[in-house]
């Protein structure tokens, strides 16, 4: 479990799944998502089940008074260029805007950095999804480029903006908050 001063991070449960299951079926929550409602229970089940054998790592992100709000996950690591990609959704709208995404990002990222020792981690995200890309911005994540047309959504393709940092930006990061 990583722990900071408003989440913490910790293993998905089985008991989990209807939560999941009611933020991917929001359409507010999934709009800038490369998943879009429906989703049942039996097709979050094996994303649950598929969990065991993937490279990946899902965190769920929970208030420290233990209220589920979102999930975390290292999406693709290379092991040979040591770099992976994450996703993050905070699917308890009553907490977008209030640094809880913030702060998972950064616990994720020290645990990437110091405890996987990788050197690049990246993203990306709905040109339009102004509020994540300023999260990422405030993690220390530089955009790196455009992934044009890279979805389609609402009737129309869509830019995706690269996003990444590098191990030396984290420690000179970290350096300047201590």
């Not at 020290?110 to 990246?122: S, T």
Request: with cysteine; net charge negative.
């Amino acid at each position: 479990m990583l722990s900071g001063s408003k989440v913490r991070l910790r293993a998905p449960e089985r008991s989990d799944i209807p939560l999941f299951v009611k933020w991917f079926n929001d359409p507010e929550v999934t709009e800038f998502l490369l998943r879009s409602p429906p989703m049942g229970m039996e097709e979050e089940e094996r994303w649950f089940e598929s969990l065991r054998v993937s490279e990946g790592k899902v965190f769920c992100i929970e208030t420290l008074d233990g209220k589920l709000i979102g999930n975390i996950g290292i999406i693709h690591i290379d092991w040979t260029n040591r770099k992976a990609d994450i996703g993050i959704v905070i699917g308890e709208k009553e907490r977008w805007s209030q640094g809880y995404g913030t702060e998972a990002i950064t616990l994720l990222l020290g645990y990437m950095f110091d405890e996987m020792n990788l050197e690049r981690v990246w993203l990306y995200c709905d040109q339009e999804n102004k509020r994540a890309q300023r999260c990422y911005e405030n993690c220390g994540f530089r955009r790196e480029g455009v992934f044009r047309h890279n979805r389609f959504r609402a009737g129309t393709f869509t830019d995706d903006v690269v996003m990444s940092i590098l191990r030396e930006e984290w420690v000179s990061r970290r350096a300047s908050s201590n």
